[in-house]
Structures are given as structure tokens and as C-alpha cells.
């Protein structure tokens, strides 16, 4: 198995190294920006107690190296490697006197594979110098050392800069020694080239799951060598298995509010366990496994690696419980945090637990929720809920609501009966929409509008549309009271892709294409499918309107579906 040393090394740490960059790195390249926004970053990071032996630092990207003979190769991080480089110098040059640093050692492979070229390179980085007028040198014959000497100039413009600013070397020079860190990645990976082509393009990218891997898989973290391999597999296993688990949608998206973009999706659990907040710092969540690794012990593996298990473990068995998974799925997607729920499965029984998931629930549903409208923030979580409890409530279901489409198809509010406020623009969907209208209309008892509708379409007239589409919306909402249009009575939960498709399509033309697409595969929540089936009025003499008593009827069984939720009862 490769080898990974990965640690946490300071910058005065690095002063006695000496690195080679290999001719498959490209040359350097970093921008007068990019240099000043590493010695803002350095200037302005604030140390903080962390507790009472430690304090806080300066993380940087992770630098990948492998050793060769007395040097390191650097397969990874040679642009901030060269930054330092220039620092150090410069602090050496222009503030230490005769009493300097150790300076870092950097030699360079050239695609031309000239030993001359390499001992120049050498040679130039350690004589770049701030000429007695106060100015730097810059080198237009070659391209590296065009970029490496404008950096150093760039340095000195931002010394000079920010010595009005109160400005304090010796701070400075302790921040960029002691108080800023790599994150030091050596490994024994034989093929550096498909390493660095690996991380470069992305496939493999050094996040904190990578790095937090490689700590728990070094082979120096167990006591008895003889069973290091299998320790190793064994976790390396387990690691892989919650990784494949975690990448069926289903599962991911039960357990993320919104969606969660992740290149490596274990690192959900890791970011949990570390309490990483919103605003954090890159690698927060590897330095903090770092610290649980201070003493390298087979003893802090095992116990950091069965919390991982615990979390996953835990989450799994959500999933696997229908009730739970409902439940705490609905939670989560209305912004409870999971770490709170967690925390509450581990310190409660199981009787307990679904207790305080049932009164988390309770709190989201409002007694009151018969007066919620289209605008109301609570009216999706409650029509969530109804559609949520309406398949619990069937216990020989099997099926399952859909978080993952729910959230990747942007599910939200639709009106049962059109909003007038919509109506078509363009002429096409001026006769799609009158067309369809027409195949509901009973022509025998309504043969005027009908004449009117046919009229309209074989002869476009812009300016009468307005007045026949208040004709045929009266028509279809006959016993509606306009004020309240957006009341939760006349609203239902649909994807976003549906709903666009029907838009201010009326009732009956809407209740065509969601049998249609029902009939096609297509999800649809059961509450709205039941909804324009009329499967909540007992009594069903026509399907072509939506009135009052349908809503009268819909706002009962929305009453007795969420009454377990309900304070007053």
C-alpha cells in the first residue's frame, strides 16, 4: 500500500529542506495579486487562543512531495513554494543583516534538461536583490524569471505600501516563521507524473477527506507491524463502502438540506464531527482531525475511525426505517440541522427519540395553517408534510417520498385553479392554451363561448384575447371567489418542470397532463394527484371544475392528515 506522511509543518520548519521541481511543473506563474493576497492574508490573520497550550494559524494548501535522496520532489504546490521562497529572502536581505535565516533550497529540472539552466536558476533566486535606488530588476529574457522577479518586486511595493499602516516587521516575521503552515503530503507513490496529473485535473483533488485518509491509513499509527496491512485494508475498506453508500441519491440528498455538491461525500460526516461552520477557513476540517492525531496512537485511530462508523452507521439506519426517514428527511429539508439530530439520537432512547421528531415536527406545522396563502414561507412545509404523512399513513406502503427529486427538481407551490395574472402572451400560446380549454367546455349547453374560442383561433385578434380568457376563467371557476385565489384550499405541491408545463392552464386541462404523466412514470406527490382526481370529495358529480366544495373537502383531509401535528386537537 502507498505511503502517506501527512502533517502540519511551519514555515521555519521548511527553511532547511532543500526542493526540487521536476520539468512536468509548469514554470511560475503567480500574479502581482496573488502575491499581495499572501502577505494580506499573513498580515491580517489574527492568532486566537485555542485553548490554554495552543494557538490558532495560518493554513495553506497542502504541499505534495515525495523524497528523493536528500531532497524533496515536489509534485504539488511549487507556485506557493516559490512564494515562500521570496519571502524569506527578502526578510533575509533587506531586515536580517548578517544574522539570516536559513533559506529554503529550490533547484530546477528544465524541459531542455540543461545542468547549466538549473545551477542558473539556482543562482538567480539567491541573487535578487532591492538595488540601492530602491528598485528590483526584472528579467525580460526569460519567461520564469520575468514572474519570479516581478513577485519579488511586488513583495517590496506591498513592504513599502503598508509601512504607513502600522506596519510591524518583527510581527510580521513571526506570523510568516511560526504562524503559517502547510500542510506537509509526502508519499512513496512511484508514479509522481500520474500523481500530479491526478490532482491538477481534478480527479483526485487534495480535499480534507484525501488528507484525513492518508492520516488514518499511515502505517506509523499501529503498534503491532505485523497486522499493519490488514488494519489498513480493513479501514480502507470500511472508508470506501460509506463513500459508495453515500453517493446514491436517495441516501445523499435524505441527508442534505439542499443540494451538496462534494468531490469526496464522506467528507459530509467528516465537516459534522468537526462542527465546521458556514464561513470556515479551507482545510478546517482536516486540522481538526490533525489535533486528534497529536500522539499517533493505535488507540486515537481506532477511536476517531469508530465515529465515523458511528455517524454512518447511525444515518443508515435512518434511511432503512420508513418512519424515520420520513420524518427526519422532513426535518432536514426544512432546515433542522442533522448534527442536532444526531446529538439527540445518541442521548435519548428510541421511544424518546421519535418523540422529539414528532414535536420538531409540530412546531413546523402551524395550527393555524388553514389561513396560510400562496406567499407563506410554512405553506410548503406544510403541504410537505401532508403528502409526507398520507403515504405513512399507509402502513402496508412500501413506497418512499423522493427527497433527492424533490430537491434536484426544484418541487414548489402550484395553484389548482389558474391565476389570472397569468395569462398567455404570445399568439401560439394564446390558441394552445384556448384549444385546450375547448375540449372541456360543454358545447351543447355553452355554444356561444365555444363559437367565440373557434373564431379566436382561425382569426387572431390580440386585443379581444383578454376578454375571452375572463370568459372561459369564470366559466371554469364558477362558485370561486376571487380574494382568495392564493389560499392553501386551491394550492398543491408540484416539480418545477410539470408545473411550468401547465402553467394557467384551467382545472381540467391541468388535470389531463397530470394523469398523462402519472401514466408516464413521472412522480407525482400523491396528495396532488389525489388532489385533482377528487379523491378527497365524497360526493363527485363533474371533473371539470375545481369549487368550493372540492376546497371545502380538500381542507378537511388536509385537517385530518395533519391532526397528529397539530397543538389543537
Sequence with gaps: MIEKNIDIKPISELL?????????????????????????????????????????????????????????????????LTTIYLIGHYINEMWRGKDKDPEITLSYETRDKSHETQSRSYDFLKKLVVNKDDSVDIDKDNIDFFHISTAYKTIHTWVKENKNKDFKKDTFIS??????????????????????????IGKI????????????????????????????????????????????????????????????????????????????????????????????????????????????LTFQEWFNDRKLYHKIGFLITNGVKINELYNLSQTKTKIEFKQELHEKISVLIPDDFEDLTYKDKKTRS?????????????????????????????WDIEHIHSVQEEMPGSEKHQKDWLTNANLFIDHEKNTNLSNEITSFIENSNDKYFETLYL?????????????DINDISNLCLLDYKTNRG???????????????????????PIGTKNVFLKYYSPKVFQMTFWGEQERLDYIKQLNKTLNPYLKIN
Excluded at 511560526?178 to 500530479?196: H, L, P, Q
Aim: hydrophobic fraction near 35%; glycine fraction near 2%; include cysteine.
Design 16 to 80: 532547511n529542506f532543500d526542493f526540487y521541481i521536476p520539468k512536468y511543473q509548469r514554470g511560475y506563474r503567480w500574479t502581482e495579486q496573488q502575491v499581495e493576497d499572501l502577505l494580506n492574508d499573513i498580515t491580517d490573520f489574527q492568532l486566537n487562543e485555542i485553548n490554554n497550550t495552543e494557538k490558532s494559524w495560518y493554513c495553506l494548501q497542502p504541499l505534495v512531495v515525495k523524497k528523493k535522496g536528500n531532497a524533496f520532489e515536489v509534485i504539488d504546490g511549487q507556485q506557493r
Design 175 to 200: 506570523k510568516f516563521l511560526n504562524d503559517t503552515k502547510v500542510i506537509w503530503y509526502e508519499t512513496t507513490e512511484k508514479d509522481t507524473i500520474s500523481m500530479f496529473t491526478r490532482i491538477n
Design 471 to 483: 370568459k372561459i376563467l369564470d366559466y371554469f371557476n364558477e362558485n370561486q371567489k376571487h380574494d
Design 205 to 312: 483533488p487534495l480535499t480534507d477527506a484525501e488528507l484525513i485518509k492518508a492520516k488514518f491509513l499511515n502505517s506509523s499509527n499501529f503498534e503491532k507491524k505485523e497486522t499493519v496491512e490488514l488494519k489498513q485494508l480493513e479501514i480502507a475498506s470500511e472508508w470506501d463502502n460509506i463513500e459508495y453508500s453515500l453517493q446514491n441519491p436517495e441516501f445523499w440528498y435524505f441527508l442534505n438540506e439542499n443540494e451538496n455538491e462534494l468531490d469526496t461525500r464522506i467528507e459530509f460526516i467528516l465537516d459534522l464531527i468537526s462542527n465546521k461552520p458556514k464561513d470556515a477557513k479551507k482545510h478546517y476540517t482536516f486540522i481538526h482531525f490533525n489535533e486528534k492525531f497529536k500522539n499517533y496512537t493505535e488507540h486515537e485511530i481506532t477511536d476517531n475511525w469508530q465515529l465515523i462508523r458511528n455517524y454512518f
Design 502 to 524: 401547465y402553467g394557467n392552464d384551467v382545472f381540467p386541462v391541468k388535470r389531463q397532463k397530470i394523469i398523462d404523466k402519472d401514466k408516464s412514470g413521472t412522480f407525482i
Design 382 to 410: 406544510v403541504l410537505l408534510m401532508f403528502n409526507i404523512q398520507t403515504m405513512l399513513e399507509n402502513e402496508l406502503e412500501s413506497s418512499r417520498f423522493p427527497f433527492d427529486r424533490y430537491k434536484n427538481e426544484k
